[in-house]
Nanobody
Framework: QVQLVESGGGLVQPGGSLRLSCAAS????????MGWYRQAAEKQRELVVT???????NYADSVKGRFTISRDNAKNTVYLQMNSLKPEDTAVYYC??????????????WGQGTQVTVSS
């Protein structure tokens, strides 16, 4: 089994910054894609950004130029630097990882979520 543990959420004023972290631990052979999704109140969960183990990224249009994803493969950790935050970025942010346990077994995992609130 694998655990994804997120940290770094909180309350920030509009225009401020936050950095989220997500560390994967457990039975890990390799991590393929890692990413962040978010779910605002009464809305569906949506993609924020993903990053492959080769560093290829895919950002939602709404966060391009403001958010930056990075990963440390040695630590099985992904980060999300969020700058110029807006009230509409308020949501629960979830870490996601596509993990291979061996050459034959691959599963998708979610973190427990961390609240980000952008408000004055």
């Amino acid at each position: 089994q694998v655990q994804l543990v997120e940290s770094g959420g909180g309350l920030v004023q509009p225009g401020g910054s936050l950095r989220l972290s997500c560390a994967a631990s457990g039975s890990i052979f390799s991590i393929n894609v890692m990413g962040w999704y978010r779910q605002a109140a009464e809305k569906q969960r949506e993609l924020v950004v993903t990053i492959t183990n080769g560093g290829r990224t895919n950002y939602a249009d709404s966060v391009k130029g403001r958010f930056t994803i990075s990963r440390d493969n040695a630590k099985n950790t992904v980060y999300l630097q969020m700058n110029s935050l807006k009230p509409e970025d308020t949501a629960v942010y979830y870490c996601n990882a596509d993990i291979s346990h061996n050459l034959f077994t691959r599963r998708n995992y979610w973190g427990q979520g961390t609240q980000v609130t952008v408000s004055s």
